[in-house]
């Protein structure tokens, strides 16, 4: 039970931002919410997680709602290295990452 | 340090044969995971250790399955009497804690086949 709610996919024009939804509306007060995401035939790569604040780093942004029920996770432009699937996952303080299905990022050149 | 790094990358098998696989995590990591994942769907929780304890597997985790992690280092995942059920991409990962804050570092995986 992934816990989390993404659409199934999302397109986009390269070096256009691109806005990935994710609804945890069961969420803990101490459950972390993590991204990675999965380009094909490679292993999954960690891209930003967050507690209650926005985050940012080198590769998205992060932004949590004030209840935390939802969160965007944002690429400010993307390019067609950012074509993969995007898992939105919730991890609480066991940490044991639990992937669904995730959202299939398509970019258009 | 290289990451994690996960051999064979391809392994091919006849049914009804046992297969190993290893997983090296990065070095300090306290926790090492291990996952599968079939064509189309996310990767499906199998087992995780800290440091030498096997801390919990997945109720889907048959007894055919088994995982080791020696000397809380490297880690072992064999599978026995193999089925065609079992192809699939198995992937390790490691974590420094629960809660990483770098995340958790996967392997490229390692793709079985079973014919």
């Known amino acids: 039970d992934a816990k989390t709610t993404q659409p199934n996919s999302m397109e986009s024009n390269e070096e256009e931002p691109v806005h990935l939804p994710c609804n945890h509306s069961t969420i803990s007060g101490t459950d972390y919410i993590h991204w990675y995401r999965q380009l094909p035939s490679q292993g999954p790569e960690y891209v930003i997680h967050g507690l209650t604040s926005n985050v940012n780093n080198r590769m998205a942004s992060l932004a949590i709602a004030e209840d935390r029920k939802s969160s965007t996770l944002i690429l400010h432009r993307a390019t067609l290295r950012d074509a993969a699937v995007y898992y939105c996952i919730r991890l609480d303080s066991w940490g044991k990452l639990q992937f669904g299905a995730g959202t299939q990022v398509v970019v258009t050149p | 340090d290289t990451g994690v790094s996960q051999d064979p990358r391809h392994k091919i098998t006849k049914r009804g044969q046992n297969v190993t696989f290893r997983c090296d995590p990065i070095s300090e990591h306290n926790r090492l995971y291990w996952y599968r994942q079939t064509l189309g769907q996310g990767p499906e929780f199998l087992t995780y250790f800290q440091n030498e304890a096997q801390l919990e597997k997945s109720r889907l985790l048959s007894d055919r399955f088994s995982a080791e992690r020696p000397k809380g280092s490297f880690s072992t995942l064999e599978i026995q009497r193999t089925e065609q059920g079992d192809s699939a991409m198995y992937l390790c990962?490691?974590?420094?804690?629960?809660?990483?804050?770098?995340?958790?570092?996967f392997g490229s995986g390692t793709r079985l086949t079973v014919v």
């Open positions: 990962a490691s974590s420094l804690g629960a809660t990483d804050r770098e995340g958790y570092t």
